[in-house]
């Protein structure tokens, strides 16, 4: 195989790869937290209200979108400034980096508006 065929499956294998290991760790951390709470009712703890609110802050998805649109943001800028610094040496380079930059930093945007209309909702 050549590398015009190794460099994209390699590519796109990794993203798929990225994707699949934070579902599975945020999968993983909420089984802990079920699991944890099972424990404590099978071994017949009280749980408290301020327990319960620690307990569920692991899993809010509120301050997840903050962090999650952050991160967008800076893999975007990050990409930009790939693109411009490849600009320098290949100048054709950079519009199409800019391009690619542009899809994360809205995703970063999109996810930061939501942290900001959810974070006053009152709980459920």
Request: aromatic share 10%; no cysteine.
């Amino acid at each position: 195989m050549g590398e015009e065929i190794i460099v994209p499956v390699t590519m796109f294998g990794m993203v798929v790869g990225i994707v699949w290991l934070v579902s599975y760790f945020n999968g993983r951390k909420r089984l802990t937290v079920h699991e944890t709470i099972r424990l404590a009712i099978e071994k017949g703890q009280p749980l408290s209200p301020e327990l319960m609110d620690r307990m569920s802050m692991v899993t809010d998805p509120v301050r997840a979108d903050l962090r999650r649109g952050v991160l967008f943001l800076a893999f975007g800028a990050a990409f930009a400034v790939l693109g411009t610094i490849i600009g320098m040496e290949e100048s054709d380079a950079l519009t199409p980096m800019l391009g690619v930059a542009t899809f994360p930093i809205f995703l970063g945007i999109a996810y930061i508006g939501l942290w900001a209309f959810g974070r006053g909702k009152p709980e459920a």
